[in-house]
């Protein structure tokens, strides 16, 4: 038999291929969130998942070793490619979002990097909005180029005759954040899609402010779902992480994307003489397929057992979490909106913004535990809140159970051009909050010190 997989892949069949079809099979989101990907009796009747720290596992036989190895019979190998620990994450986000399969790695730019290389890859372009996160922007505007991978970017993501201008024979993907990030500008994702299947394009949707609990992309359109997990859905700011989930319906075939349907080695059968492409071995399963057997494999950015467990047990009180963020969230929104020396406040959530008709389509459970305001005076009073603050902790991050607050034009978009954060409206006047789980009226008062005491 031939042995194109390497020894060291796992397979790979790597039983992370949850065909639900429907977002939760037949559960409840929460009842998912605790359940879904798991079986006790598969894991020594563990009540939890537990943390598989080997980096290889017995091939027990020859034969079975040949098995694995050529993709043949499921099971794992070695951990950089797939981890018992990894694969009931991969399994229960898969689930949470709606897709076929998922891949979970080491951070969220490994999983937006892997998304968008994976489906550009071979000189492809892809159309996206300039309000993302900072290190996304920069992959695009000056990295991505080197490997011959363009970025059109678009003003207004949810101007289609904007976007529809941009589309060229070689764009392969469109990417965009569901919930901006600071401004939680809200994506239109349905005529997008609409727009971008017609032109045989992948939607690429970055879904890690809302989390599948406030918003799945897949059932509106998308094709690619990519999450940084180390936000709201780890939730307790302890693990970093990614993940990718496909959704399985996008035609990789369709002739805008040759790396799915060139032969190659690494799927084919060579002492068998057959020759596979990844969409002839896999079909719909052809794009989550080469993200693990080309890019995790290659680039081993691969996510720890242990992280993966750390984001279990946050996984398990998300909805509870998030929904308790976003009351808070919108509570904080209300103070500021009244507050003195606040400029304006940053949140669709408020419910009468230009965007609450998209709020009430997409979010009915509201947007999500972020928001941002602008201060009057100069970025001397952004230091004294900062500084000012109590409660708040001053990291760059989102979604923990703690409250965060960061000055995203020097930290987290400081790599964004200036036209484009202006653009965003990330001035130098901006802060950003990340709601957590203490009492709204004591973060309220923490803030309310603050920026009385910087005037
Ligand atoms: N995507 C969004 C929307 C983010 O906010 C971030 C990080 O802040 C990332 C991706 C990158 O995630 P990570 O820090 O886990 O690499």
Redesign the pocket.
Known sequence: MSNNFDKDQATTECNNTSSTGSPYRDQSFATAAVHAGYEQLDHGDAAMTPIYASAAFNMESAVRGDLLAAGETSGFSYSRVANPTVAVLEQRLAALEGGIGAVAVA??????SFALLCAAEGGGRIISPTN??G??VDAMESFFPQFGIHTDFVNNINDLDEVAAKIRPDTRAIFA?SVA?PSTDILDIEPLAELAHRHGIALII?N??PTPYLFRPIEFGADIV??????GITGHGNA???VIIDAGRFDWTNGRFPQFTTPELVVSDERAGIEHSFASRFGREAFIRRVRIKYLRTFGAVASPFNAYLTLIGLETLPERVSRQVKSATAVAEYLRHAPHVAKVNYSGLGDTAQSDLVDKYYPRGVGQILSFVLEGTEDNVHSVIDGVKLFSYV???GDARSLIVDPARI?HREVPEEYRIRGGVSDQLIRLSIGLEEPEDLIADLDQAIRRAY
Not at 226 to 231: A, E
């Open positions: 951070s969220g730019m490994a999983a937006v993302l996160y290190a996304s954040e990030n970055d890690t402010v990519v999450h940084s997990t180390t936000k970093i992480g990614g760059p991050n989102i987290t």
